[in-house]
């Protein structure tokens, strides 16, 4: 049972414009959002991360968006840019009682960026 | 620089010959913890550990065995690797469970 779920495989955006990178959870004692950014034959990279108790976080050019009653995250990065193309995951934490500090991960969304 | 380094970054085997590969973090972080990555399944954890001497099973620990004898360190151990062991493995690090978790380069593993 995938209670992360990112169902768009791929997503491919002309560069300057927004690339909006979505994800579903099933599990709604999750209370931590994070998404990792990941290149070929590199580790993911942590990017932004959202706690449940707030709708919106902003860095730099990277917005996450939480809807918790839709169970739904987002992820715009505005202006997009070719060094953007990757594969992006987006990760759910319970750090309610019994945290074991797992991250759940999605199956991963590739971006690719034209100039 | 603050990093996790894992040892070898590929390797293939043959079923059966037992293996180990190493994970160290130079942050100071109590929690660690494995992840494969497999097509279609994002990643999935391992083990993880809490802090030293406290580890635990994570979603498909089956055929792993872990141990943390200090903090820094946390080897993920094959006994007897088997062909559906072939994967990508990441060790990360966080400086307590929940947090933000740091990933090394990744390990890739061929069983043949």
């Known amino acids: 049972d995938q209670q992360v779920k990112q169902n768009s495989p791929s997503l491919s955006v002309q560069e300057g414009r927004i690339s909006i990178l979505n994800c579903d959870y099933t599990?709604?004692?999750?209370?931590?959002f994070l998404w990792y950014k990941k290149y070929p034959a590199e580790g993911p990279t942590f990017l932004i991360s959202i706690s449940s108790i707030k709708d919106k976080n902003e860095d730099g050019r990277f917005t996450v968006f939480l809807n918790k009653s839709a169970k739904h995250l987002s992820l715009h990065i505005v202006p997009s840019q070719p060094g953007d193309s990757a594969v992006y995951f987006c990760a759910a934490s319970d750090r309610g009682s019994g945290n074991t500090g797992k991250l759940i991960f999605g199956q991963g969304t590739t971006l690719q960026v034209k100039p | 620089e603050a990093q996790v380094t894992q040892n070898p970054r590929y390797l293939i085997t043959v079923t059966g010959k037992k293996l180990t590969v190493t994970c160290s973090q130079n942050?100071?972080?109590?929690?660690m913890s494995w992840y494969r990555q497999d097509p279609g399944l994002g990643l999935r954890q391992i083990y993880y550990?809490?802090?030293?001497?406290?580890?635990d099973k994570g979603d498909v620990p089956e055929g792993y065995k872990v141990s943390r004898k200090e903090k820094r360190n946390f080897p993920l151990i094959l006994e007897s690797p088997s062909p559906n062991q072939t994967s990508l493995y990441f060790c990360?690090?966080?400086?307590?469970?929940?947090?933000?978790?740091?990933f090394g380069p990744g390990t890739r593993l061929t069983v043949l």
């Open positions: 990360a690090s966080s400086l307590i469970a929940g947090y933000e978790q740091f």
């Open positions: 942050m100071n972080h109590e929690y």
């Open positions: 550990s809490m802090n030293v001497e406290v580890t």
């Open positions: 599990n709604s004692m999750f209370d931590y």
